[in-house]
């Protein structure tokens, strides 16, 4: 049997607002519970508004919830080991254009505490797996768009917002 990967555990996330003194309580989720085993994939699914993206921000330790637990790996979040154990790719991601795919991972291995010299040796593999190697050279503005499966992530936890919507047919 597999070790459980990431836990919700009956949560609540309430997004409060507060306007000319007046306070708005709007529910992102309400009373969510479920359980990703190791080397399962799991999929949200739901209309806009029902707390996919609520959830996955919960998962990545960008929010935290109202009440209920978050863990991952057995470890509540926020904790920065487990932290750097996961991969995300955003439906719409953002990079800034005038950087080259190198200075890119040099900007993101700095930001993320990754030692100087293993950069040196991960960042050719890196852009091998996702595909970029005939852009290496170009900046990212004239880069082409790349979605990489979950199971190529080079991190024990992977999250993928659906690519369809820039993805080349």
């Known amino acids: 049997m597999s070790a459980v990967a990431a836990q919700i555990d009956n949560v609540t996330k309430v997004y409060r607002r507060s306007h000319l003194g007046r306070l708005t309580l709007t529910p992102g989720i309400e009373s969510v519970s479920f359980s990703i085993q190791e080397g399962e994939v799991f999929g949200l699914l739901g209309l806009n508004g029902a707390g996919k993206t609520t959830t996955i921000k919960l998962l990545l330790g960008l929010l935290f919830p109202t009440s209920g637990h978050v863990t991952i790996f057995g ?77 190529d992530w080079p991190s024990r936890f992977s999250m993928i917002q659906p690519c369809s919507s820039w993805m080349n047919p």
């Open 75 to 151: 470890q509540r979040l926020p904790d920065l080991n487990v932290m750097n154990k996961i991969g995300y790719l955003p439906e719409l991601p953002s990079f800034y254009k005038y950087l080259t795919v190198t200075e890119l991972l040099q900007l993101y291995a700095t930001l993320s505490d990754l030692p100087p010299g293993s950069l040196a040796e991960r960042a050719p593999r890196v852009i091998a797996l996702v595909g970029l190697t005939p852009h290496i050279r170009n900046d990212w503005g004239n880069t082409p768009k790349v979605c990489s499966s979950a199971r």
